[in-house]
């Protein structure tokens, strides 16, 4: 039921619903379904910063910053998928993480979107 209500709200929330759900199936350890449940709840609170097109981006709010914050960029990459990047503008995702403090690193790959040099003398998060 919580599936749906979030899956009916946007583009962005029905792609990582389907790549979680997907990504859940598979989840068996306590880590995995952590690095799911952040990210279902960085999607939920993010969901109108991240939908394309690339512009115009929109300084994010506090309580997406909070869930930004709480993601693993390991994690994040893991789930980048061509399903993923249908719903979710990567420029805006990097322009989010990259301004609520949790950068990406310039160079980082995650699913076919390398992550430019930003110019923020941030160094950003391994992939």
């Not at 709200?9 to 690095?35: I, K, N, Q």
């Not at 929109?58 to 930004?68: G, L, T």
């Not at 693993?72 to 993480?97: D, H, N, R, W």
């Amino acid at each position: 039921m919580a599936m749906a209500k979030l899956a009916s709200s946007s583009p962005l929330v029905l792609a990582l619903v389907f790549v979680a759900a997907m990504a859940a199936a598979a989840t068996s350890d306590a880590g995995d379904r952590l690095c799911y449940d952040d990210l279902m709840n960085a999607a939920t609170q993010c969901q109108n910063y991240l939908t394309h097109p690339a512009e115009p981006k929109i300084p994010p709010s506090e309580k997406c910053c909070r869930a930004v914050g709480d993601v693993a960029i390991p994690c994040l990459c893991s789930f980048v998928t061509e399903q993923f990047e249908k719903g979710v503008c990567m420029e805006k995702l990097v322009y989010v993480f990259d301004y609520c403090k949790n950068p990406l690193r310039p160079g980082c790959k995650c699913g076919s979107y390398k992550v430019p040099p930003l110019g923020l003398g941030l160094e950003g998060n391994e992939c």
